[in-house]
């Protein structure tokens, strides 16, 4: 008894239900010429993860109806091969004029131009990123189909991290566990997935295959790296990172078990994958919003930096332009790198002078201000005039601006509203800074690509970081080293502890009361900042959700 079975790791876009069927009839189609004769798509695979509330509107889900008939009837030639789709079925009823979902996240078996047995899934994420008890209400039976003679358990994403469903399907009969998912990535999340599907196939003895998407929706990246292990947990196969795969696997009896055989890629390391995160997460929300390119405000800095080189590792360089605005304060070196790594790169260059309109809006301002002494009032100026002059650009020649704040400065509102946070795209705002200069580190020495460039300019790494908006500026003077900042945001804003925790851990008082209140005070320009790509297991964005207007101290 042999079995070929095919996961299509491919990149599906929302809404595109008509675009997405074809990727998968294509496929198929491919696939059943080498014999493979069952496909998994991961969940939801027809109309895209996540629909959010596109999954409410009933003609959403009839194109959904419509899409899946279409590959249905489109492989109907196609003897003895079953496809497993992922899409939504159902809508809501009306009772006292409320809504009550009837939706289901649904996996329906396509063979021979009908829909053979459908499964719906039982365990609905509501955590994180996931907010799916909002659309669909749970399912309750097992699902267990037969294709060339071995009998299939098919479960959905959150199902297999429950006892319950897996050992339903084993009981139905099944010899093999499918499980179709649409799990984003977030560092570390790849090892977490095969060790808990490992303890899935300890506790029921069963081997299973794990197929997963790939490519970036708004503010999440689905890595791919589809997997399977054998019955006794040990790894079978995995599919490579951040790529499209049509990822075959042999499954053959061995005595009264299953084997199974296939490839195994290697793992990245934390550095690699988050630049391949990042990368995709670009390439597709400009690639799939059909942007002609993007732009950005290249400062000599290591955050413009390191947005460059990924911009340009996403788009290729004809894509890209950077944009140096000198101001007054700007120092010599920082016209210096900026011109050397835009050269390195081959993008278009300009520099646009921001003193003529600085002086004018002091000019403008001077009789309101009389008698009152600098401040973070003509800093901020200084940002929104290049926010200003982008946004022109952008709007100019359709290119999106891209944003190059970090992490460290989103916590803690090191940013300016209008300013530097003005654009369409937050590319690094889940990454904190000291992960910056790793990722450019990493980047000068790696070629992930094959540019042939190291692309940052040794200066701009070693030098200390500063907004260059007032003399002799720098980050520190502002904000705790940020080898301790990074370390107590990471504590309370990512995994929840408190300040006394922190402070208990052997942390200074003052820099956790600083931090956690600077953390507090800015969600009001938090929710005013572009989406942008998540690559932690707590982002600004989906995962926090803190009110603005709030008096609670803990």
């Known amino acids: 008894m042999t079995l070929k079975l095919c996961i299509a790791q491919l990149n599906y876009v929302v809404g595109d239900m008509a675009g997405n069927a074809q990727k998968i009839i294509q496929a198929a189609r491919a696939a059943y010429q080498r014999g493979v004769r069952l496909v998994l798509t991961p969940e939801l695979s027809l109309c895209g993860y996540a629909a959010e509330d596109l999954f409410l509107r009933p003609s959403f889900i009839s194109a959904c109806d419509d899409a899946l008939n279409s590959i249905a009837l489109a492989l109907a030639d196609l003897k003895d091969l079953h496809v497993v789709v992922g899409h939504p079925a159902g809508g809501d009823r009306r009772t006292r004029s409320v809504s009550v979902p009837e939706r289901l996240n649904m996996a329906s078996v396509v063979s021979e131009g009908r829909v053979v047995v459908s499964y719906a899934k039982r365990e609905l994420p509501n955590y994180q990123v996931f907010d799916e008890r909002r659309y669909f209400v749970p399912g309750h039976q097992p699902c267990v189909f037969e294709v060339a003679g071995v009998r299939v358990g098919l479960l959905i994403c959150e199902d297999a991290w429950f006892d319950q469903p897996a050992q339903e399907a084993k009981a139905a009969g099944a010899q093999l566990l499918a499980v179709i998912n649409a799990s984003p990535f977030h560092v570390g999340k790849g090892n977490e997935r095969e060790r808990t599907m490992a303890q899935r196939v300890q506790a029921t003895g069963l081997p299973l295959v794990y197929a997963h998407l790939v490519g970036g929706q708004d503010e999440v990246v689905f890595e791919g790296r589809s997997f399977a292990l054998q019955a006794d947990a040990s790894l079978a196969a995995r599919a490579p990172s951040f790529k499209t795969a049509e990822f075959d696997i042999e499954v053959s009896a061995a005595g009264s078990g299953i084997h199974l055989s296939a490839a195994v890629a290697p793992e990245g390391s934390l550095e690699a994958d988050l630049w391949h995160a990042l990368v995709l997460g670009v390439q597709d929300y400009i690639g799939k919003n059909g ?264």
């Open 291 to 554: 942007f002609p390119g993007a732009l950005l405000g290249l400062s000599g800095g290591i955050d413009s930096a390191l947005v460059l080189a990924i911009a340009v590792d996403a788009l290729g360089a004809d894509r890209v332009r950077a944009v140096m605005m000198p101001s007054p304060y700007t120092a010599d070196i920082s016209w210096i790198d900026a011109r050397d790594m835009a050269e390195r790169l081959k993008v278009r260059y300009d520099e646009i002078s921001i003193v003529p309109e600085f002086e004018a809006f002091q000019a403008s301002l001077a009789k309101e201000f009389a008698g009152l002494a600098l401040d973070a009032t003509e800093e901020n100026i200084q940002a929104r005039i290049r926010g200003t002059l982008l946004m022109a650009l952008s709007n100019k020649f359709g290119a999106i601006v891209l944003t190059t704040g970090n992490k460290s400065e989103m916590s803690t509102g090191y940013c300016t509203l209008y300013g530097d946070m003005a654009g369409g795209f937050a590319v690094i705002k889940d990454v904190a800074k000291t992960l910056v200069y790793r990722l450019a580190e990493w980047r000068n020495h790696n070629d992930p690509f094959g540019t042939g460039l190291q692309p940052i300019p040794e200066r701009i790494i070693t030098r200390p970081p500063s907004a260059e908006l007032r003399p002799d500026q720098k980050d520190q003077d502002s904000l705790p080293p940020y080898e301790v900042l990074d370390e107590i945001v990471s504590r309370y804003m990512e995994n929840d502890q408190s300040s006394e925790e922190i402070i208990a851990a052997g942390f200074d008082r003052a820099d956790v009361e600083k931090v956690t209140r600077l953390i507090r005070i800015n969600e009001y320009k938090r929710r005013q900042a572009p989406v942008g790509i998540r690559v932690t297991h707590r982002s600004f964005g989906k995962d926090w959700r803190y009110p603005i207007t709030n008096r609670f101290r803990a």
